[in-house]
């Protein structure tokens, strides 16, 4: 199964600023995840957006999607130090499995 | 109400040791997921059970590796004779229905070092 590929692998940024990743893919999706995880542990679910979908909000966060360039992004707005964290893409093909990439490591600086 | 929950959190064994470790999803989630994070790493896939189904074990690495899950709920990875490649975390994820939206319900994990 395909994995996605985030970029950048690491980003540092000051507190109050956006953050933006991007994640990319090479074959059809049914949908894409973003997900968080702090300290190594445990991984979060932020948003799901469909593949007949191209941008969705939740709070700070927006997704976009772009499946003619099989690319996503995950913008984060007005970023807090509890922002900082790894954030992975999660592809969902039709075989009901969840592709993750390597992640981004983002730090917020106060 | 309770998340996924996994144990040990932390796993300490000798090379060629045999280890469980044990998740505890949600409640009424019928599809359970294992997958491995090595340092710096993104998840890998190991294993998915759905209800009564045949697992899918096409992500265990080598038959070194194995999982079951009694009665629908609790699942237990198990690694025999392990290796130091294994060091990792090991984490579960469960579900409401493989048909769903595909969201994951996280525990986590269990640190696994292998001396």
């Known amino acids: 199964s395909q994995q996605g590929e985030e970029d950048p692998q690491a980003l540092s940024i000051q507190e109050g600023e956006n953050a933006t990743m991007n994640c990319s893919y090479k074959?059809?999706?049914?949908?894409l995840q973003w997900y968080r995880q702090n300290s190594g542990r445990g991984l979060v679910h932020l948003i799901l957006?469909?593949?007949?979908?191209r941008e969705k909000h939740s709070g700070r966060l927006r997704v976009t999607l772009d499946t003619s360039k099989k690319s996503s992004s995950l913008l984060i707005t007005a970023s807090r130090a509890a922002d900082t964290a790894s954030y992975f893409c999660?592809?969902?093909?039709?075989?009901?499995?969840?592709?993750f990439g390597a992640g981004t490591t983002v730090t917020v600086r106060a | 109400g309770a998340g996924v929950s996994q144990s040990p959190s932390n796993k300490v064994t000798e090379k060629g040791k045999d280890v469980e470790l044990r998740c505890d999803p949600i409640s009424g989630h019928t599809a359970l997921y294992w997958y491995r994070q090595s340092l710096g790493q993104g998840l890998e896939f190991l294993i998915y059970?759905?209800?009564?189904?045949?697992?899918?074990k096409s992500g265990l690495p080598s038959d070194r590796f194995s999982a079951e899950r009694t009665g629908g709920s609790v699942s237990t990875l198990t690694i025999q004779r392990t290796q130091q490649e294994d060091s990792a975390v090991y984490l579960c994820?469960?579900?409401?229905?493989?048909?769903?939206?595909?969201?994951?319900?996280f525990g986590p994990g269990t640190r696994l070092t292998v001396l």
């Open positions: 059970f759905q209800g009564n189904s045949a697992p899918d």
């Open positions: 957006i469909r593949s007949n979908e």
């Open positions: 994820a469960s579900s409401p229905d493989l048909a769903g939206a595909g969201e994951q319900f």
């Open positions: 074959t059809s999706i049914n949908n």
């Open positions: 999660a592809l969902r093909s039709n075989d009901y499995k969840l592709s």
